[in-house]
């Protein structure tokens, strides 16, 4: 990574779970989504180490929390909540991801995805949202979508969003941080 210091991620499992990704893969996942919108958006190199809190929940965690803040009431795949710092505060925070396993790891059999695949694009994903991206608008979601397949690419990580020639393309196959 080119003049980027690595993420420190504050990772917290407050879910019994098998397969969930180390410090490590959370490590370089978020510094390959922070270098991409480095180098082709409006993210400088941070003199500091950008942070993040990487959190794996339980359904009941997921669903209250997508309740509350997106008026949602089902559990999700991942949701983003950038720091928003006060004015005059230059920290490093870039905020935090809430990931819920369970919903992870039912979408990844069900789409035939690697368990991991599928947490790297949640990360991936995560981060961009983390980041200022969006996809609410289809020119945004098109652009973010290019954004995480190059990403994912990196990593040899098959595009998270090809489906079956006998499938059509659906808003459900997009997280939704």
């Known amino acids: ?20 990704p180390d410090d490590d893969r959370l490590r370089a ?20 180490a950008p942070e993040l809190t990487v959190r794996f929940v339980e359904e009941a965690e997921s669903r209250a929390l997508n309740h509350d803040y997106r008026g949602k009431d089902r559990p999700t795949n991942v949701l983003s909540f950038p720091f928003e710092a006060p004015a005059g505060l230059d920290l490093p925070l870039l905020g935090d991801l809430v990931i819920c396993h369970d919903v992870v790891d039912r979408e990844a059999r069900e789409q035939g995805k690697a368990l991991e695949h599928h947490y790297a694009h949640m990360v991936i994903h995560g ?4 980041l200022g991206h969006d996809h609410i608008e289809d020119a945004e979601a098109e652009e ?8 994912l690419a990196d990593f040899a990580i098959p595009d998270p ?12 196959t997009r997280p939704d941080a």
């Open 1 to 20: 990574m080119s003049g980027m210091p690595l993420p420190v991620i504050d990772r917290q499992v407050a879910v019994r779970a098998e397969g969930l």
């Open 29 to 48: 996942w978020t510094a390959a989504a922070l270098e991409h919108h480095r180098r082709h958006g409006s993210l400088a190199a941070p003199s500091e």
């Open 127 to 130: 981060t961009l949202h983390l």
């Open 144 to 151: 973010m979508e290019a954004l995480e397949r190059r990403i």
């Open 161 to 172: 969003y090809a489906l079956d020639a006998d499938e059509c393309r659906s808003e459900d």
